[in-house]
């Protein structure tokens, strides 16, 4: 009897968290698609905002830029964090530990903070605000992810592989491209889609490291929201959670986060 | 092919040596078993000559050549893990060529040689398989291909049946034997199964503490064991200790066995009698058979000597007229009995 009534109550609950979630999306996807400026109902679908939104120049601009920057992020995150995890996996050395125990806090120190320290250091020693000190910044961000990631996965290679390859004759970069990164690339290709994720959708750090005019997406969107807010920010944003989500269940299908398949 | 030698290697892990003054050769084409209880260095030894182990102190000699800084990559030799450790991302083939590959063979080369390779072991049908699909002793048998392709001068097995079940593993020690005779190549190879180390070298190496106690060829080993540990490690052996005397052992019960030195000897398991009558022969004791095991063709019976297990095997029919338990006569004949140094 309890037991039924506890399972009713897990299931309510469940229920609950997935509204809280996902409705605020579905509204705001489904006001993308309303005629209505002024979110009136009922409902009558257009595709007006799409088309608006297709010739706002600024906001394209702005999309193409933060694209292009996450995928440089990616590739420069990805190669470092994938180097750095090979190197912790294969070497002990003094200090390994304290090394390792540094790169965890980025991911729980507030991008407020971050972003702020950040903008002081960067001025300080000359990078400045634009595109080169958000690139290092977003790069910051998303290695400590990369090396989680690849590291878990490295967690499951047999070294022995390594000395196998070795004994064979093979070189250490030999070794490294043939038998240690064929096993792991599932994660750095997830670590690669996080990298990416934690770019394309970082506001804060961008918001201070980027110039007035030369934003990427997220920020802004939060501008014009300020200036007023149009269904055409409900367009990108629906495009934008279509776009991550995609990623972000590509990345879960590589780590197996929700378990074997 | 090449000779390989150790002189005096040491290597210490903390305050424990894995390997104690260790000086040992192993002959050109040869096959030399490595045999110890764990933790006796046989594997620190191997991973030695290999490369992946460091030693503190002395040397390494491959073909004549000192191999202290060559690499491991560079040392020409061919390994075969516990587990194989074949690589997952590659099919058969792909696995045998890689040592190849790495070293930049033609394809037509390649091609050839890995084709040799895998009818060597007898695995040509199976070439494009990916190694999870594999058997236990086909992975094996992937692991031997893919080591010996490369020609290398020395070939390093590392417990190289202790995966397989009994049955399979009896088979693979033939199939060994043979392989490694078609090559030709010296092999070095770890096992703490002595009867494997029997059954395959033409020399046994005996390790305990990261020392070598005894090596030689297996027949030689295990006739003259020279002290205690070997007698008991390689084969089974029944001690029996007694007091020196000018004319013989004498023993705890009062007996004396004329002509031997002491203060420990062994007779193995296989050379007891028993008997329900006195019998003549010179080395003959009163004990107490315990138990009869019935083992198919060969049976065994444990024995209470002076309050001291002993242990005799032999063929079934050799046992039959014997009661279940009771006393009995033990005796052997001199020439199996082992003696051992002074100062064993």
Not at chain 1, 18 to 40: D, R
Not at chain 1, 144 to 151: F, K, L, M, Q, T
Not at chain 2, 167 to 174: F, G, N, S, T
Request: charge should be positive; aromatic fraction near 10%.
């Amino acid at each position: 009897m309890s037991n039924r009534f506890l399972a009713h109550l897990g299931r309510a609950y469940l229920g609950l968290i997935l509204f809280f979630l996902y409705a605020p999306i579905l509204v705001m996807a489904a006001m993308s698609l309303n005629a209505s400026e002024f979110y009136q109902l009922p409902f009558k679908f257009s595709g007006e905002w799409y088309d608006r939104l297709w010739n706002n120049r600024e906001i394209l601009a702005a999309a193409g830029r933060s694209i292009w920057i996450a995928v440089v992020v990616t590739v420069i995150a990805t190669t470092l964090g994938t180097a750095a995890s090979i190197a912790l996996f294969r070497h002990d050395f003094p200090g390994k530990r304290i090394l390792q125990a540094l790169l965890f806090p980025p991911i729980a120190i507030p991008w407020l903070i971050t972003g702020t320290a950040m903008l002081i250091f960067f001025f300080g020693i000359g990078i400045g605000r634009g595109t080169p000190a958000v690139i290092i910044g977003h790069v910051a961000l998303a290695l400590p992810y990369v090396i989680v990631v690849v590291s878990a996965r490295l967690a499951s290679f047999d070294r022995v592989l390594e000395e196998a390859a070795r004994s064979l004759g093979a070189s250490a970069w030999q070794v490294t491209r043939a038998v240690t990164v064929p096993w792991i690339l599932p994660g750095i290709i997830a670590g690669g889609l996080f990298a990416f994720a934690v770019s394309f959708d970082q506001f804060v750090v961008s918001y201070f490291l980027s110039e007035p005019g030369d934003t990427t997406l997220p920020v802004l969107i939060y501008t014009s929201i300020r200036k007023g807010f149009t269904p055409e920010i409900n367009a990108i944003s629906t495009i934008i959670i279509a776009v991550s989500m995609g990623l972000m269940l590509l990345a879960a299908r590589f780590t197996k986060f929700g378990g074997d398949r | 092919m090449a000779e390989v030698r150790v002189e005096r290697l040491v290597k210490a892990y903390g305050a424990a040596r894995a390997l104690d003054e260790v000086t040992l050769d192993f002959p050109d084409g040869g096959f030399f078993g490595l045999l110890g209880p764990s933790g006796s260095g046989k594997t620190t030894l191997l991973r030695a000559i290999a490369g992946f182990v460091v030693p503190d102190t002395g040397r390494v000699f491959i073909g004549g050549a000192p191999v202290e800084n060559v690499p491991v990559e560079h040392r020409e030799i061919g390994m075969v893990f516990q587990n194989y450790a074949l690589f997952p991302n590659m099919t058969v083939e792909e696995n045998v060529a890689f040592g190849l590959v790495v070293r930049k063979t033609g394809a037509a080369e390649t091609a050839k040689r890995v084709r040799e390779a895998l009818e060597l072991v007898q695995l040509g049908h199976l070439a494009t398989r990916k190694t999870h699909q594999l058997s236990g002793g086909q992975r094996q048998r992937v692991a031997m291909a893919r080591a010996i392709v490369t020609r290398p001068r020395v070939l390093l097995l590392d417990e190289p049946l202790s995966a397989l079940d009994k049955a399979l593993r009896v088979d693979m020690q033939i199939e060994l034997k043979r392989i490694q005779r078609e090559v030709g190549i010296t092999t070095i190879f770890v096992t703490h199964d002595q009867e494997e180390a029997l059954t395959l070298s033409d020399r046994i190496g005996i390790l305990k503490d990261g020392r070598l106690v005894r090596h030689g060829p297996p027949r030689e080993v295990y006739d003259d064991p020279r002290d205690p540990f070997t007698a008991q490690f390689l084969g089974d052996a029944n001690l029996i200790e007694g007091t020196p005397e000018p004319e013989g052992l004498r023993l705890s019960d009062g007996k004396l066995l004329p002509g031997l030195k002491g203060p420990t000897i062994a007779v193995r398991p296989e050379s007891l009698r028993l008997d329900t009558t006195e019998p003549t022969a010179p080395f003959r004791l009163r004990a107490r058979l315990q138990q009869r095991i019935f083992g198919g063709a060969m049976g065994t019976c444990i024995i209470d000597w002076q309050g001291r297990p002993l242990k005799a095997v032999g063929r079934d029919a050799d046992f039959r007229g014997l009661p279940d338990a009771g006393d009995v006569w033990l005796s052997w004949p001199k020439e199996s009995t082992i003696e051992f140094r002074a100062n064993a």
